[in-house]
C-alpha cells in the first residue's frame, strides 16, 4: 500500500474487516469490543454508585476499556494530522442537495458540519441543545439496549445474537425517525 | 506494561474510524437516507469478517492470549430493552452523528464541542442507571 493510497479516504471493503479484527483482537485478550460500557464507567468512577447501585461495581476491572478510549482518542489525532489529505468526503449528491436545502454549505468538507460543531452554533442554546440532547439519547438508549453500535451491530451479531438484530433494528427506527421527520424541524 | 496492548488496538481503532469516515455526520446522515453503500459496506463487511472470526474461535477453541478459554455470553432473550433502548439509541445516534466510539475518536481530532455530546451521553448514562428498575426490559 503506498503512502498516496493511506492519505486517501480508504475504501469500505478495507476498514469494514479492520474493525472486525480490533473485535477479533480484544476477544483474543480475553475482553470484549463494546464502547459504550466506558460511558458507564466514567459514572461509576465519578461515585454514582453511591446513588444507583447500578454503578457499584468494581470499575477498576474496566481500565484496559478506558485505555482503548485514550487509544481511540490518539488515534483519531494521528489519522487527521498525519494520515489525511484536507477532508473532502465523497457524499452522494441527493445526500449534498438534501442539506443544501436546509440553507448548509462546505457539506462534507470537514469530519463534522459547521452547522451543529462550529464554536458559533455552539454558542446558542439551540446549538447546545442540539449536542447534549444527541449524546443523552445516545447513552440512555445504548445502556437501556446494552450496547452500541460495536456491542450490538458487531460483536452481536458476529456471534449471531437473534437480541443484537432486534437492537440494530431499534437503531434505525430511531435513525431514520431523527434523519426523516426531526431534522428537517429542527434545520430545515 | 499491561495495558500497552490496549493502547494500541485504541490508536488502531481510532485511526481506521476516521479513514473510513465512519466518525463523519454527513455519513451517518447520507447512511439513514439510504442514500450511499458506503456505511452499509462497512459494517456489512465488518459483521461478514466477525462472523468467520468467532466461529473460527469457537471451532478451533482458540485460547485467550492469557491462556484462559474464549467465552461468548449470549445476550438474554427479552425483547423491550433491545427495541426501545436501540429505538432511543438512533435517535442520538442521527442526531449528533456519532455514537460511544466515534465520539472519542473525534476528541482526537480536534472538534471540542463533541465534549457536550460525551457529556450529554454520561449523563444519559446515568439517568438510565437511576431509573433502571422502573422501566421494562
Known amino acids: 500500500m503506498s503512502m498516496e493510497a493511506i492519505l486517501q479516504p480508504w475504501p469500505w471493503y478495507v476498514t469494514g474487516p479492520l474493525i472486525a479484527l480490533v473485535m477479533f483482537l480484544l476477544i483474543w485478550f480475553g475482553r470484549e469490543f463494546g464502547m459504550s460500557a466506558n460511558l458507564r464507567t466514567m459514572c461509576a468512577m465519578s461515585g454514582a454508585g453511591k446513588k444507583a447501585k447500578f454503578f457499584d461495581y468494581n470499575w477498576k476491572e474496566q481500565k484496559w ?7 481511540a482518542i490518539i488515534g ?3 489519522a487527521v494530522f498525519y494520515l489525511s489529505k484536507p477532508i473532502d468526503i465523497d457524499l452522494a449528491a441527493d445526500t449534498v442537495a438534501a442539506l443544501q436545502s436546509f440553507g448548509w454549505d462546505n457539506i462534507g468538507d470537514s469530519l463534522v458540519p459547521g452547522e451543529i460543531y462550529s464554536a458559533d452554533a455552539v454558542m ?13 439519547f445516545v447513552g440512555f438508549g445504548a445502556r437501556y439496549a446494552g450496547g452500541c453500535t460495536s456491542g450490538h451491530a458487531i460483536s452481536g451479531l ?3 445474537q437473534l437480541p443484537s438484530l ?13 434523519t426523516h421527520f426531526i431534522l428537517p424541524l429542527i434545520f430545515g | 506494561m499491561k495495558y500497552l496492548k490496549y493502547l494500541l488496538v485504541g490508536i488502531f481503532f481510532g485511526i481506521v474510524m476516521v479513514k473510513s469516515e465512519a466518525v463523519s455526520w454527513y455519513r451517518i446522515y447520507e447512511m439513514f437516507r439510504f442514500d450511499s453503500f458506503h456505511m452499509y459496506g462497512i459494517i456489512g463487511s465488518a459483521v461478514v469478517t466477525g462472523v468467520i472470526l468467532v466461529a473460527l474461535i469457537k471451532k478451533t477453541g482458540m485460547h485467550s492470549s492469557e ?8 445476550k438474554a432473550k427479552t425483547w423491550p430493552r433491545y427495541i426501545i433502548g436501540g429505538t432511543l439509541f438512533g435517535l442520538g445516534w442521527a442526531l449528533a452523528g456519532a455514537c460511544p466510539g466515534p465520539m472519542f475518536v473525534l476528541l482526537g481530532t480536534g472538534v471540542f464541542s463533541i465534549l457536550l455530546v460525551i457529556g450529554g451521553a454520561v449523563l444519559g448514562t446515568y439517568a438510565y442507571g437511576l431509573l433502571r428498575d422502573k422501566l421494562p426490559h
Open chain 1, 65 to 71: 476499556n478506558l485505555v482503548v478510549v485514550l487509544g
Open chain 1, 76 to 78: 483519531g489525532f494521528i
Open chain 1, 124 to 136: 446558542s442554546f439551540k446549538g447546545i441543545a442540539v449536542l447534549v440532547l444527541g449524546g443523552f
Open chain 1, 158 to 160: 458476529s456471534n449471531l
Open chain 1, 166 to 178: 432486534v437492537a440494530v433494528i431499534g437503531f434505525f427506527i430511531g435513525g431514520l425517525i431523527m
Open chain 2, 67 to 74: 491462556g484462559k478459554i474464549i467465552q461468548f455470553n449470549p
